[in-house]
Nanobody
Framework: QVQLMESGGGLVQPGGSLRLSCAASGSIFSGNVMGWYRQVPGKERESVATITSGGATNYADSVKGRFTISRDNVKKTVYLQMNSLKPEDTALYYC???????????WGKGTLVTVSS
């Protein structure tokens, strides 16, 4: 079983920065993709950024150049550095781990990011 715990959300002014962290515990193996997703009320959850166990990254067009995803495989933690935040980045941010071979998905409970003046 895998447990994911997000932290680092909060209230920030437009143009500000936040760093989200997601600590994984349980049976973590290589061959997985970790990522950050976000959701606002009334909309579907969308992918923000993903990173493979080998370090390959992918970003939503809306965050390219502003957000950076990284991971520490020893600490079993994935990070999302968010810069130049905009009000439209306001959402509940979820951490995800996807096991490629078993096609199992695991989700954290989410951390709220609010960008407002």
């Amino acid at each position: 079983q895998v447990q994911l715990m997000e932290s680092g959300g909060g209230l920030v002014q437009p143009g500000g920065s936040l760093r989200l962290s997601c600590a994984a515990s349980g049976s973590i193996f290589s061959g997985n993709v970790m990522g950050w997703y976000r959701q606002v009320p009334g909309k579907e959850r969308e992918s923000v950024a993903t990173i493979t166990s080998g370090g390959a990254t992918n970003y939503a067009d809306s965050v390219k150049g502003r957000f950076t995803i990284s991971r520490d495989n020893v600490k079993k933690t994935v990070y999302l550095q968010m810069n130049s935040l905009k009000p439209e980045d306001t959402a509940l941010y979820y951490c995800n781990l996807y096991r490629v071979l078993s096609k199992m998905n695991y989700w954290g409970k989410g951390t709220l990011v609010t960008v407002s003046s």
